[in-house]
């Protein structure tokens, strides 16, 4: 595909609780299968997808938290997380799963796929994109 | 609909996907596998495996670009390629080696 | 890019106007509709945040919607454009792209 889009899939809302996350997650895996330029945002209660240690074996449905880490994978390796919704939350970056991926240009360098950004930052690169997707 | 594995008819769906992936056990890969005309060998296994192995670490079955980058990184670049994987699963590395793994049909697979 | 937000929600149900208004860019528009039409109402717990963000975004709200659940136009914060069906159009045509807050 010779055109590639910059698109944007803005995740805020709680995995488990509705279906939201796993269909944006799907999507995003899909949008990437077609060779996009894929960044995600993480806001609001979208955050908490990428808590660390989730188990959801007692509630009988699928855990898809060890997807996040296949993102590296699929070239999805811009993953902003909103700092106001994370410090809101009483949360930092260490309580978030530690994703990373391979940076082919730099030798095949690890590297982190989240990036803490405040919303002034978030809004700009919002602003980059062609296509958003919210969720 | 169904595979009949040794007597025992394991749910599939329309496309003939197990239903459970807890069903599976590598008869079902080669009663699969017999009734589309093929007979697994060790490279076919070398591919079934490791997409289990995907699986299990990540919860989902991987699109072929990845899974062919991903298998040329693990096994090697001769057999990290496209060619060598429609060779073994010519209905598609994606859609055929994910049925014979008990997989779902791969995310973003039409 | 010029960006046409949509929001429509009532701020009090969700944050998803809050949110909008925070990560919306400069000179972009908001257009608030279904529910998202209360965040357009004077003298409200949300208008202070609502009437801050007017000197960043052009904020309209679409008028049936208004209609549809008695929010007068003159219960609507000073600033903040009433559109019909054409005018929704008109904003999407006149931007790049449409972010469809849920």
């Known amino acids: ?135 | 609909m169904g595979i009949d594995v040794g007597g025992k008819v394991l749910e599939t769906d329309e496309e003939g996907y197990l239903a459970n992936l807890n069903d599976w056990e590598p008869a079902v890969a080669e009663a699969m596998a017999k009734e589309d005309g093929t007979e697994l060998g060790e490279f076919h296994w070398e591919v079934i495996n490791f997409l289990r192995e995907y699986y299990e670490e990540y919860q989902i079955a991987p699109a072929v670009r990845v899974l062919t980058k991903a298998i040329g990184k693990k096994l090697g670049k001769d057999k990290g390629n496209s060619k060598y994987l429609y060779e073994l699963f010519p209905y598609g590395p994606g859609k055929q080696a994910c049925k014979y793994a008990g997989l779902p049909k791969p995310t973003g697979c039409v | 890019m010029s960006t046409l937000h949509t929001v429509n929600k009532s701020p009090f149900d969700r944050s998803s106007l809050e949110t909008c208004l925070r990560l919306a860019g400069k000179g972009n528009a908001v257009l608030l509709l279904e529910d998202g039409v209360y965040g357009a109402m004077r003298g409200s717990n949300a208008s202070g945040m609502v009437e801050t963000a007017l000197s960043d975004v052009s904020i309209y709200v679409l008028g049936s919607d208004m209609k549809a659940r008695g929010v007068d136009v003159d219960k609507i914060i000073d600033g903040i454009k009433v559109v019909d069906y054409k005018g929704f159009v008109d904003l999407t045509v006149e931007h790049d792209k449409v972010n469809a807050w849920l």
């Not at chain 1, 949008?31 to 074996?57: H, I, N, P, R």
């Not at chain 1, 999805?76 to 909103?82: A, F, G, P």
């Not at chain 1, 989240?114 to 919303?119: G, K, R, S």
């Open chain 1, 1 to 135: 595909m010779s055109d590639i889009k910059k698109f944007m899939y803005v995740n805020r809302t709680a995995p488990y609780g509705t279906i939201y996350a796993w269909e944006s997650l799907e999507v995003v895996l899909i949008g990437a299968a077609f060779e996009q330029d894929v960044s995600v945002a993480f806001v609001d209660d979208g955050v908490y997808q990428l808590l660390k240690g989730q188990d959801t074996s007692e509630l009988g449905i699928k855990n898809f938290s060890p997807t996040y880490a296949a993102l590296g994978d699929y070239d999805v390796n811009k993953l902003y997380v909103e700092k106001e919704s994370l410090e809101a939350r009483g949360l930092t970056i260490d309580d978030l799963m530690a994703l990373k991926y391979e940076d082919e240009d730099d030798d095949w360098a690890e590297k982190d796929s989240i990036h803490v950004v405040p919303a002034a930052e978030l809004a700009d690169i919002l602003e980059q994109q062609e296509v958003v997707f919210s969720f």
